[in-house]
């Protein structure tokens, strides 16, 4: 009989992988679950811990066989089975009476090595019977390196086969990260091994892998898949045309083999199977194999894929050729490929303009702007043209022309377009989109948007590089932005095509901004790259700067400027955005006089005009509403949706200024509330808001609440400032929205009701004296359990005894100096935030800015149950241990014992006791001996008469082998239950015969 034939081997020390003990648990929900995997991926550790953590918290029974050779014939299976499930003899019949005897308990039958049962063998049919004729308590587990001998088909369409394969199994970094320190090594030197669990637990202890691989891998391979393995090899990769082309075999039969990757349908091998092949097969026949597969990959237009084999099989002259037709064809390929490429052909000792193109990408990749990379594109377009070849003089071309793009080389940019122009003009079809290209930069520069976007809609994107493809993407996005519409989707694409420059990153920042995403930006919205160029570095500056000024941080904003008020250089571009944000700032402070005059003398200095339209897109606004006589500038033919919002809120304003509400009344509400502070900042969006208040616009509440949560304390300010306007309707909508829109408050408060109560703000306990009066603890620790209630309900609870008048005042007093401890900056007449009033309802809101220990306290204890029914208690163990550390005592421990929160204090006290007997006990099973005392320990304090908690204390004293210390825990444990009677569980007699038998 082999080992561990009717039990699992014993794993400890391996490492527990909750992801896969997760998935292994549905062997108690499907009828059928397929372990599948190569050999040395942990299949049969991963089921013996399954079986383990099912012995700690049992979902069902588990009955283990492994397989053997023998169990082909039937009478060898059975008898394996009769043992596993305590019988002398069985049937398949006496098998299913068997599991139906455990009803309703679940119970799983799990057959390792299943591989080692053929096709069509008597075996088969036995595991076929039991998967038909098991009762709906019982299933089966397969553990199998290829597929399982049984056809699943019918039951896998029926949603009754769960199927766990090797990617399953494949370590991932940070379970490679726990292995090697668990071991003592670099886990560097664990990475070459793929994530493959078995050379992963080999290496670890130093032990040569080879043997694993010949022994236990290539011995299993079939013809079909050594042949395919071979060509692989030989190649670096294959997929089904090419292996069909060289060995008439179906790549299919690479799938069951461990570190073969299949990507985009190409097969590339480990190189742990580079070097077992290569020792293996002679020399001549990978040669061969290298040869046709190469010259099938250049005729079939696979030319990077014809690179790599070139490499591979190290043929320099069929490497030149290939080199030369991806450059034609553009294709873009990882930056160590090129540099791999490069050293290659350079140590072949060849030259020409293929070099020159090579080595102009590492250069660009190192430095886009540099010199050196606009030199060696320009030399290989020299070089392409002396040859004739017009497809790779486009490629190199292309480049120049986007070295040209991001220097802001107009001129440069002008004579690139000119030649794609010439190109295309005599027929070159790969010139053609570059030409489109090349004509919408120009129609942009010159400020004509809706000629660009005619322009650059011709543009085929797989005709073009992805440098070129990100600019056509960029001209699209400024476009569409300079023309008023949505351009997200465009800019975002810049980034996509890989480009990676400070002005892609700004576009970004721009098109979110213009189509008022305002919640994207705030919330930390990532440039793809730190700017560098002088010019990103001062737009950032800009855009970041009107960001903060119009979510009320006139700080930030102000230091933005400072940054960047010097970077005139007599460019007008830099004057308009610098007057833009100099007024912006201006009128978010208050100064509307001082914001007036810069505008005037902005449009005088720098009229607005074609030329210049990018620089005042956005500016809409601020300028319609005070400058009326230049709305025909922004208002052209094609504006679109963003731009006439612009206009329109401007001229709702500019209504009001006029003492009339008709603009707002009328005027088409944005998309988004963003939109508001796009077109007119905060301070015309709280304007706006409040007059469409006044004329009882129902939009108004909801864009009111936004502010308050997303532009927080500044969009409450503001809304104050409003209170005073000038007409009397927005100044009383105003304080209408002061006193009922709660603003979130910059802090973040962490109460603790377990043990004293307790407040901390921002990492600091408060000072407030008014927190030393009983009632205002006392009313916080009953909003904590009830977080939505009466007032009535509150009065009842805490002055009981109150009659209705004096209840309600006494409830109003202490409601006010809550809400001046837990708000210390909300001044009178304002929302307050943490504690809302609706009628009669009292509500205490906890988010993001409020913590409080009992729920999070309840939160992991459900967490940690819910874990535990899953099958996962290593998992549920931390989420305990997290509970436990909230505790500090009962609940509001220095408050009085009212009888709204003695209940209370019991009921939250025996949650603590279950679940740090749990995790003492579970502590206990991981063999976390001195943990489990200290928390058994914990659990006797808080309830010196729980049994469970004593027999925790019993159980690790023995496992210590410490029995005088584990008799000492017995009589303790004894006099306990002396006190209070009753009998003594089971359990408690096993541990008292254990101690009496030593």
């Known amino acids: 009989m082999r080992p561990f034939r009717i039990n699992p081997p014993d794993v400890g020390g391996a490492l527990l992988r909750a992801s896969v003990q997760r998935r292994l648990v549905e062997r108690f929900d499907k009828r059928v679950l397929v372990l599948r995997a190569p050999a040395g991926f942990g299949k049969t550790t991963s089921l013996s811990q399954a079986f383990a953590q099912n012995q700690l918290v049992r979902r069902g029974v588990d009955l283990w066989m492994t397989c053997e050779s023998g169990d082909k014939d039937m009478g060898h299976l059975l008898d394996g089975l009769a043992r596993s499930i305590g019988m002398e003899t069985a049937t398949v019949a006496d098998v299913v009476a068997k599991v139906a005897s455990y009803s309703p308990a679940h119970v799983c039958l799990v057959f390792d090595d299943v591989h080692e049962i053929p096709h069509e063998s008597e075996g088969?049919?036995?595991?076929?019977?039991?998967?038909?004729?098991?009762?709906?308590?019982?299933?089966?587990?397969?553990?199998?390196?290829?597929?399982?001998?049984?056809?699943?088909?019918?039951?896998?369409?029926?949603?009754?086969?769960?199927?766990?394969?090797?990617?399953?199994?494949?370590?991932?970094?940070?379970?490679?990260?726990?292995?090697?320190?668990?071991?003592?090594?670099?886990?560097?030197?664990?990475?070459?091994?793929?994530?493959?669990?078995?050379?992963?637990?080999?290496?670890?202890r130093t032990r040569d892998v080879s043997d694993f691989i010949h022994e236990e891998v290539l011995s299993w391979l079939t013809t079909d898949q050594r042949i395919a393995l071979e060509a692989t090899v030989a190649l670096g990769a294959v997929d089904q045309r090419l292996l069909h082309h060289l060995a008439g075999v179906d790549p299919a039969v690479l799938a069951d083999l461990p570190l073969v990757h299949q990507t985009d349908g190409w097969f590339v091998p480990h190189e742990l199977w580079v070097e077992a092949v290569t020792a293996l097969?002679?020399?001549?026949?990978?040669?061969?194999?290298?040869?046709?597969?190469?010259?099938?990959?250049?005729?079939?237009?696979?030319?990077?894929?014809?690179?790599?084999?070139?490499?591979?099989?190290?043929?320099?002259?069929?490497?030149?050729?290939?080199?030369?037709?991806?450059?034609?064809?553009?294709?873009?390929?990882?930056?160590?490929?090129?540099?791999?490429?490069?050293?290659?052909?350079?140590?072949?000792?060849?030259?020409?303009?293929?070099?020159?193109?090579?080595?102009?990408?590492?250069?660009?990749?190192?430095?886009?702007?540099?010199?050196?990379?606009?030199?060696?594109?320009?030399?290989?377009v020299e070089g392409f043209r002396d040859l004739g070849d017009h497809d790779a003089e486009i490629a190199s071309l292309v480049e120049v022309g986007y070295w040209y793009h991001i220097q802001r080389d107009v001129e440069g940019l002008f004579g690139v377009a000119t030649r794609t122009v010439e190109l295309a003009a005599q027929g070159v079809d790969s010139a053609v989109s570059y030409a489109a290209i090349s004509e919408a930069f120009v129609a942009l520069i010159s400020g004509d948007p809706s000629a660009a976007l005619t322009a650059v809609r011709r543009v085929r994107p797989e005709d073009v590089t992805p440098g070129f493809g990100a600019m056509a993407d960029w001209v699209h996005a400024q476009a569409l932005e300079l023309s008023g519409y949505r351009s997200i989707d465009q800019a975002d694409a810049c980034g996509a095509h890989g480009a990676s420059t400070g002005a892609f990153g700004m576009l970004g920042y721009s098109s979110r901004w213009r189509n008022g995403d305002i919640e994207e930006l705030i919330d930390g919205w990532t440039?793809?790259?730190?700017?560098?160029?002088?010019?990103?570095?001062?737009?950032?500056?800009?855009?970041?700067?009107?960001?903060?000024?119009?979510?009320?941080?006139?700080?930030?904003?102000?230091?933005?400027?400072?940054?960047?008020?010097?970077?005139?250089?007599?460019?007008?571009?830099?004057?308009?955005?610098?007057?833009?944000?100099?007024?912006?700032?201006?009128?978010?402070?208050?100064?509307?006089?001082?914001?007036?005059?810069?505008?005037?003398?902005?449009?005088?200095?720098?009229?607005?005009?074609?030329?210049?339209?990018?620089?005042?897109?956005?500016?809409?606004?601020?300028?319609?509403?005070?400058?009326?006589?230049?709305?025909?500038?922004?208002?052209?033919?094609?504006?679109?949706?963003?731009?006439?919002?612009?206009?329109?809120?401007?001229?709702?304003?500019?209504?009001?200024?006029?003492?009339?509400?008709?603009?707002?009344?009328?005027?088409?509400?944005?998309?988004?509330h963003g939109g508001l502070i796009t077109a007119l900042l905060l301070r015309g969006a709280a304007e706006f808001v409040s007059g469409a208040w006044a004329v009882e616009r129902p939009e108004s509440r909801e864009a009111a609440a936004w502010m308050a949560r997303v532009?927080?304390?500044?969009?409450?300010?503001?809304?104050?400032?409003?209170?005073?306007?000038?007409?009397?309707?927005?100044?009383?909508?105003?304080?209408?929205?002061?006193?009922?829109?709660?603003?979130?408050?910059?802090?973040?408060?962490?109460?603790?009701?377990?043990?004293?109560?307790?407040?901390?703000?921002?990492?600091?306990?408060?000072?407030?004296?008014?927190?030393?009066?009983?009632?205002?603890?006392?009313?916080?620790?009953?909003?904590?359990?009830?977080?939505?209630?009466?007032?009535?309900?509150?009065?009842?609870?805490?002055?009981?005894?109150?009659?209705?008048?004096?209840?309600?005042?006494?409830?109003?007093?202490?409601l006010n100096l809550l809400h001046g401890v837990l708000e210390p900056g909300r001044t009178a007449g304002e929302a307050p935030f943490f504690i809302r009033s609706d009628g009669p309802a009292l509500e205490l809101c906890v988010g993001e800015h409020l913590m409080i220990d009992s729920w999070s306290f309840e939160q992991l204890l459900n967490d940690a149950e819910r874990l535990e029914s899953a099958g996962v208690p290593e998992v549920a163990l931390e989420s305990l241990l997290s509970a436990l550390e909230l505790y500090r005592g009962d609940f509001l421990a220095d408050?009085?014992?009212?009888?709204?929160?003695?209940?209370?204090?019991?009921?939250?006290?025996?949650?603590?006791?279950?679940?740090?007997?749990?995790?003492?006990?579970?502590?206990?099973?991981?063999?976390?001996?001195?943990?489990?005392?200290?928390?058994?320990?914990?659990?006797?304090?808080?309830?010196?008469?729980?049994?469970?908690?004593?027999?925790?204390?019993?159980?690790?004293?023995?496992?210590?082998?410490?029995?005088?210390?584990?008799?000492?825990?017995?009589?303790?444990?004894?006099?306990?239950?002396?006190?209070?009677?009753?009998?003594?569980?089971?359990?408690?007699?096993?541990?008292?015969?254990?101690?009496?038998?030593?």
């Open 124 to 204: 088969a049919g036995v595991i076929l019977r039991l998967i038909e004729d098991l009762p709906t308590n019982g299933s089966v587990l397969l553990a199998t390196r290829h597929d399982p001998p049984v056809p699943l088909a019918r039951l896998d369409a029926q949603g009754q086969v769960g199927w766990i394969d090797s990617a399953d199994l494949t370590f991932d970094d940070s379970e490679v990260s726990r292995l090697a320190d668990a071991a003592g090594v670099d886990p560097r030197e664990l990475q070459r091994f793929g994530g493959w669990p078995a050379l992963l637990a080999l290496a670890s």
């Open 281 to 380: 097969v002679p020399a001549e026949r990978l040669l061969e194999a290298q040869a046709a597969g190469i010259e099938f990959l250049l005729a079939e237009g696979e030319t990077s894929r014809a690179i790599d084999a070139c490499l591979t099989a190290g043929d320099p002259d069929r490497l030149e050729l290939a080199v030369r037709a991806a450059i034609s064809k553009r294709l873009a390929s990882p930056i160590s490929e090129v540099r791999r490429w490069l050293v290659e052909i350079r140590r072949a000792d060849r030259h020409g303009p293929s070099i020159d193109h090579l080595a102009g990408l590492l250069a660009q990749y190192d430095d886009p702007t540099s010199i050196q990379t606009r030199s060696l594109f320009s030399k290989a």
């Open 527 to 672: 440039w793809r790259s730190e700017p560098v160029d002088p010019r990103d570095v001062f737009l950032r500056s800009v855009w970041l700067g009107i960001t903060d000024a119009a979510c009320g941080d006139l700080r930030g904003a102000q230091g933005h400027l400072d940054a960047v008020r010097g970077m005139t250089g007599g460019a007008e571009q830099i004057d308009i955005s610098l007057g833009l944000l100099e007024a912006a700032i201006a009128g978010e402070v208050g100064d509307l006089d001082r914001r007036r005059n810069l505008m005037a003398d902005l449009l005088e200095r720098c009229p607005p005009r074609d030329t210049n339209r990018i620089s005042y897109n956005g500016a809409g606004g601020m300028i319609t509403r005070e400058f009326p006589e230049w709305i025909p500038y922004f208002d052209f033919p094609d504006s679109g949706p963003l731009k006439r919002r612009d206009l329109e809120l401007g001229a709702a304003l500019r209504a009001l200024d006029q003492g009339s509400l008709d603009g707002i009344a009328s005027a088409p509400w944005p998309h988004n």
């Open 711 to 814: 532009i927080g304390a500044p969009a409450r300010l503001m809304f104050r400032e409003m209170t005073a306007h000038e007409n009397s309707q927005v100044a009383a909508a105003a304080r209408e929205i002061v006193a009922g829109i709660p603003v979130p408050p910059r802090h973040r408060i962490v109460i603790s009701v377990l043990g004293p109560a307790s407040i901390v703000i921002d990492g600091r306990p408060i000072s407030d004296p008014n927190w030393r009066r009983e009632r205002v603890r006392s009313l916080l620790g009953y909003l904590t359990l009830r977080y939505r209630t009466t007032r009535e309900a509150a009065i009842a609870a805490l002055w009981p005894d109150a009659d209705e008048s004096a209840g309600r005042r006494n409830l109003r007093s202490t």
């Open 895 to 998: 408050a009085a014992y009212d009888d709204w929160s003695a209940g209370e204090r019991d009921r939250i006290r025996s949650r603590f006791v279950r679940g740090s007997v749990r995790a003492a006990e579970l502590l206990l099973a991981f063999d976390r001996v001195d943990e489990s005392l200290l928390v058994a320990g914990r659990t006797l304090e808080a309830e010196p008469w729980s049994e469970a908690a004593h027999r925790v204390v019993i159980a690790s004293h023995l496992e210590r082998g410490d029995h005088p210390a584990a008799r000492r825990a017995m009589e303790k444990c004894r006099t306990a239950l002396d006190d209070i009677g009753g009998p003594v569980e089971e359990l408690t007699l096993m541990l008292d015969r254990r101690l009496g038998d030593t």
